[in-house]
Every structure is written in C-alpha cells, then in structure tokens.
C-alpha cells in the first residue's frame, strides 16, 4: 500500500460530544412501545435497551458506552434514541465528507476508562480528551472518502479476527479436561453425598442490610466466586472448605479459607476423611457446569443458572480408592496436581489471547 498522507483534527472539534437523556428507562418503554430503538450501554442485541415510538436523532452518528465495558464507539445511521448510559458523537456540518464507519476506528476510549470490571468513560472525559483523529487526504489536501472507505474495510477486518480470538479464548477457559481413569488404579463412582459429611446452603439472612447492621471483618460470600457480598462481626466456618455458588454462575466452586460466612446462594462442603477437595474441584465442576438449568448468554455473558443442593448431593464423581475399597487420598492429590498443571497451560494461553485481543491497531 502506497505511503497514505493524514491530517489531524481533535475530536472535541470535528464532533459535538453528547449524552443521551435519562428519561429513557424500562417503564418509559413499556409506555412508549415502537419500533425505533433506543441505545444504552448494553453489549448484548447491539447495545438497544429497548424500542419506542419516537426518536432524538436521525442520520449518521457514533455512540459510546459511558458505563459497563467502555470502548470502542459504535456507528449508528438512522432514527433512535439513547439512555444517560450512552454518549452521542454529532459530525459538525464542516466535516460532512469524512466517513463515520472509518473515523469509528480512530476514536478509540479504551485508554480512558475509568474502573475495572464496571469500566466507565464519562461524556466529559471525552469532551476534554486531547485525541486527534487522523483522516487520509489527497493530494490537494482534501478528505479522500475512498481511502477512508478502504482503510474502513481493513479496520472491520482486524475486528472481527479479535472477535473470533475472543471467542477462543472463551472456549478455551470452558474447556473441561477429565483425566482417564487409568488401569492401574481401582476406582469407585461415588455421590458428592457420599464424599461429603455435609453440604449446607448458607445462611439467607445474610443480606447487604444484615452486614452494615453487623459490621465486623469476617467475609460473607454469596454467590459471587471472587469478593465478598460483605463483612460482618461473626462467622459460621473457620478453616479451608469448598464452596459451590447455586445461582448466578452455579456449579463453580470456589475454595475459601479462613474465618467466613455464606449466604444461601451458596453451599459449603464438609469434607470426609481422606478427601483431597482440590481434586474433587477438578472432577466435580465440569460436572456440575453441565448440570445446571438457567439462561446462558453469548460466550458465557449474563448467565444466571440455578442448581440446588439436591442436585449437587445426588452428583457422581470418579474417586481413586485402595484395595480396602477407601478412599486413595495420595492419588487423588497426584492426580490434583496434574489436573493443575493442565489448568497452568491453559491460563498462560489465555493471557496470550488476551495481549492479541488487547492489542490497538493504529
């Protein structure tokens, strides 16, 4: 491709930076049902929170995200509305021959999120941004529309080869590895019922509410697999257990140690004796990952799946066992530690996917 000559222009100059109005809220759209969509900062159906009867704009435009997972605009061209949780990039009159499909690409927000997890990226800190996009021109200094329109076509491209690496990479974590049950070794299919002495859903007075009222240092998990729902001045287990969250993500199991709590959206697992629980996490989650009932999103977003503690009880697992017919302890942690060598592989690949998924093309 020949050398491709650019001018800068700041964004707070080329566009008028907007936010769409508050008023556009689910029992507003059940008021006003149509058919003209309204954006919001959902990732899922294109980002439209719902459709109503009316709209704000009318043409070609590019919308963000100002909550959730901010990023990259979106191009829209037609009538629609937004949500406060969106902002509106408006093309001033002057720059009529620039290609919004390309300038898409250039308007980049990722580096100015705010937060993790719940990434924001304010209207104002758009507004005051000092990002430049660089349109191609021609030899006369004018907007070449054809080579933003090719350049458009590349950048699409590139997306959706990230896009199909994402979905990899999400493949990849969901894969279940399951060791086979080798000659060498005698093995009985047991019940997690029979595994455990106990498994007791938690406690459901354990609320946010009953936290602030109880406040203490002692973690209360719910069915979150990574922070606490809160703290509070008492807790129900002391020691290193596993956990198996019932709703939200049900079937993945956690273990916790220390001094803690849990609410009824999870169970906790009392170990027998001669039982190595990071191996029965190995076996039992995949297992129970496929046992659930509930609505699974596109590439494992917005899922919220149920299990009971019924169910989990009556779940069968492969245990290694000694002659005597007890539970082989020693091979179970062998095999727990080939199991987590396994999952190392697997991490480190998905940390590449990520760098490549993460990489910004300019």
Known sequence: MPEIKYTSIPLNKMFIVGRGLPKYTKAYADAHKGTYPVYSSKTENDGIFAYINTYDYDGEYLTWSTDGYAGLPAYRNGKFSCTDHAGILTLNEEYRDVYLPYVRWQVDFRKLRLGYGNQRVKVNQVKNSCIDIKIPVDDFGNFDLEKQKELATIYSQIEEQRQELIRKKWELEEISVILPESNDTKWAHVSLNDVFKEIERGNSKYTKTFCRENKGDYPVYSADNEKPLGTMSKYDYDGEYLTISINGLAGKITIFKGKFSTTADRVVCIPNENIDIRYIVHVAEPILRNKNKGRKG?????????????????????????????????????LSAKYEQIDMIKKELSEKLTELTEIIIS
């Open 298 to 334: 596109d590439l494992g977003k917005n899922e919220f799946t149920k299990l009971t503690p019924d169910m989990i009880r009556s779940t069968l697992i492969p245990i290694p066992v000694t002659n005597d017919g007890i539970y082989d302890v020693e091979k179970q942690k062998e």
